[in-house]
């Protein structure tokens, strides 16, 4: 795993980017998975392939007085996020669970 981050800061504006790459993982191995030849110890789902993930952050501060817009775009480009399953999950979700697609956050605050 690896992270990036650029910002750049003018006057009440900060852009930035945050850079995630994630390599491939492996689900834990089983030994007591009954295997269709009648073998003994498997993996207990698939192998979760390397992906990267991209988000994007607009901040103006003092837009009148003390208030602030923070505006947020997770997973810019869409990338199919995948975590390894777990003994539990194995059944159904062999493939792994799913992170979130892309994310719009529009946030207005107060600074006090």
């Known amino acids: 795993m ?24 492996e689900t834990i191995y089983d030994m007591t998975k009954q295997n269709p030849d009648n073998t003994i110890g498997a993996r207990v789902g698939d192998k979760i392939d390397s992906y990267s993930v991209v988000d994007l952050n607009f901040r103006q501060d003092n837009l009148y007085k003390n208030l602030y817009m923070n505006f947020k775009i997770s997973n810019l480009l869409d990338t199919e996020i995948r975590y390894p ?3 539990e999950t194995n059944e159904l979700l062999d493939r792994g669970t799913i992170g979130e697609e892309r994310k719009y956050v529009l946030t207005i605050g107060v600074k006090f």
């Not at 690896?2 to 980017?17: D, E, P």
């Open 2 to 25: 690896s992270h990036a981050k650029l910002s750049y800061q003018k006057n009440n504006t900060t852009i930035s980017a945050l850079a995630r790459y994630i390599g491939s993982m």
């Open 85 to 87: 399953n777990n003994q």
